[in-house]
């Protein structure tokens, strides 16, 4: 029985800084206009593009998972691949968009205990399907793709 494998394509350097710049500039607009989805569209991009973190890992975040102290620059993955936790260190320019992105969700009311989640959706925490479809959503946006699901 012959199996089918999809072809996986892999984004561009200029697709990439594309995609980074139009959900950048979609979380700037929301801002203006109060509306949430962009913003929380563009940390999530951000942490899943500067951290190497697979979507179930992103979709896993706690807030007391992210190391943003005082000379600290890290997430703390707690169930990775295999079962294994790890500290996964990040660049400074997602510190600093992370800490603001905690700091906007204080700002609105949103739950930002050590065990809440990073990102949340209409319905809840966010599923590593979740973070799939946020990111494919960014890119049906931009017409960047097309690319396979996530594969882990």
């Known amino acids: 029985m012959p199996t089918t494998q999809r072809k996986i394509h892999y984004l561009t350097a200029e697709e990439l800084v594309r995609l980074r710049r139009h959900a950048e500039a979609d979380a700037v607009r929301a ?8 913003i929380r569209a563009w940390a999530l991009l951000d942490t899943l593009l500067s951290s190497g973190l697979r979507a179930s890992e992103v979709a896993a975040l706690r807030v007391g998972d992210c ?8 997430l703390l993955v707690r169930q990775g691949k295999g079962g294994k936790q790890r500290e996964v260190f990040i660049p400074q320019e997602l510190k600093a968009h992370l800490k603001a992105f905690l700091t906007w969700k204080r700002e609105h009311g949103e739950d930002v205990s050590d065990e809440a989640p990073v990102f949340t959706g209409q319905r809840g925490p966010l599923t590593r399907n979740g973070v799939w479809r946020v990111v494919k959503g960014l890119m049906a946006a931009k017409g960047v793709g097309p690319v396979a699901g996530p594969t882990d």
């Open 31 to 38: 801002r203006e206009r109060g509306t949430v989805g962009a």
């Open 67 to 74: 190391l943003l102290g005082y000379g600290q620059a890290a």
